[in-house]
Nanobody
Framework: QVQLVESGGGLVQPGGSLRLSCAAS????????MGWYRQAPGKERELVAL???????NYADYVKGRFTISRDNAKNTVYLEMSSLKPEDTAVYYC???????????WGQGTQVTVSS
């Protein structure tokens, strides 16, 4: 069973930057796609960004131009570079992977990102 472990969350001031990492226990080059979701208190989990070998990258409108998703297949790790952070970016960020088209999604345990002065 593939496992995902996130790291890199924390407290940052508005306008600041953070980089999240997601280390997978499997060969991410073979995965259908990976990405990041987030969930703020009292809200539903929402998509942040996806990355796929076949379709490239996709971003939610609310992070376009501020966040960048990337991957290092040699390290089986996906990254989320976040800049120009806003208080509304505060949430638990979850790493996500889908290995095959009809396989169940895999989730990490989540990492807290808090944007506050």
């Amino acid at each position: 069973q593939v496992q995902l472990v996130e790291s890199g969350g924390g407290l940052v001031q508005p306008g600041g930057s953070l980089r999240l990492s997601c280390a997978a226990s499997g060969d991410i080059a073979s995965f259908l796609h990976m990405g990041w979701y987030r969930q703020a208190p009292g809200k539903e989990r929402e998509l942040v960004a996806l990355i796929s070998s076949s379709t490239g990258t996709n971003y939610a409108d609310y992070v376009k131009g501020r966040f960048t998703i990337s991957r290092d297949n040699a390290k089986n790790t996906v990254y989320l570079e976040m800049s120009s952070l806003k208080p509304e970016d505060t949430a638990v960020y979850y790493c996500y992977a889908r290995i095959r088209l009809f396989s169940s999604p895999i989730w990490g345990q989540g990492t807290q990102v808090t944007v506050s002065s």
